[in-house]
């Protein structure tokens, strides 16, 4: 059902948001497009430039959230990130790419696991 893994993906993006805000981030954009993938959140940590992935899960079926960022998947974050820097004619700023894994357990509150400089 692909609908409702958007929305789950939809639900995780937006709990992600309103986590980095509460931190202190400013969020740049969301759903940043490039080629066939996407970047969900980009977002300021103090002077720094932060890629996030938010992965959801409902249960753990698969295992916990975070590990759905395969190698692969790494791979096209950080080609996604060089395209928006260079999209932007953004030089010399220091950058990261974190992850935040959000498992949505019905009853339960959600449980954000935050990476930082994930990979």
Do not use: W
């Amino acid at each position: 059902m692909p609908h409702q893994k958007q929305t789950i993906g939809k639900i995780g993006e937006d709990l992600a948001e309103e986590y980095l805000l509460n931190k202190g981030y400013k969020i740049l954009q969301r759903n940043y497009r490039y080629g066939h993938g996407e970047i969900d959140i980009i977002a300021k940590d103090k002077n720094i430039l932060v890629f996030i992935e938010v992965k959801t899960r409902n249960n753990l079926e698969f295992g916990p959230p975070e590990l759905a960022v395969t190698k692969n998947k790494q791979r096209q974050i950080r080609k996604i990130a060089e395209s928006y820097l260079y999209e932007k004619e953004i030089k010399e700023t220091d950058c990261r790419i974190d992850v935040i894994a959000i498992l949505l357990i019905k009853n339960q509150d959600p449980q954000i696991n935050h990476i930082v400089n994930a990979f």
